[in-house]
């Protein structure tokens, strides 16, 4: 584990945690109220929805980022998650369970 971040969820009534791993990975972790148990997506870098807990990965290698995740932040309203990656990526995510929709690599 590197980081792990807190939405801010105010008024949202769901809460939200994002988690980067030295495994390549970024998940983000939903509990709809404060006594459900949590769920797990892992947020796919390849443009394609999140693999909920539990579902295969395809191919090796997806659901992952290029290289090891070193952070991930939350907007202040809590509907931006960006994730930065040793592979000198910026990802942004638009909402906490889809892909990242904007990718700037490295000039």
């Known amino acids: 584990m590197r980081d792990v ?3 801010p969820s105010v008024g949202v009534g769901k809460a939200y ?3 980067a791993g030295q495994d390549k990975a970024v998940c983000v972790w939903t ?3 404060a006594r459900s148990a949590w769920t797990r997506a892992v947020l796919d870098p390849s443009g ?4 909920p807990q539990g579902q295969q990965q395809g191919q090796q290698g997806e659901g992952r980022f290029g290289d090891v995740v ?4 939350w907007s202040v309203a809590g ?9 000198s990526h910026l990802s942004f995510s638009l909402s906490p369970s889809l ?9």
Do not use: I
Request: hydrophobic content about 50%; charged content about 10%.
């Open 17 to 19: 945690l994002a988690s």
């Open 31 to 33: 509990q709809q109220d």
């Open 99 to 107: 892909p990242p929709s904007l990718v700037f690599p490295p000039p």
């Open 48 to 51: 394609t929805d999140a693999a």
């Open 5 to 7: 971040a807190w939405a």
């Open 70 to 73: 070193w952070r991930v932040s």
């Open 79 to 87: 509907n931006v998650l960006a994730v930065s990656s040793g592979a």
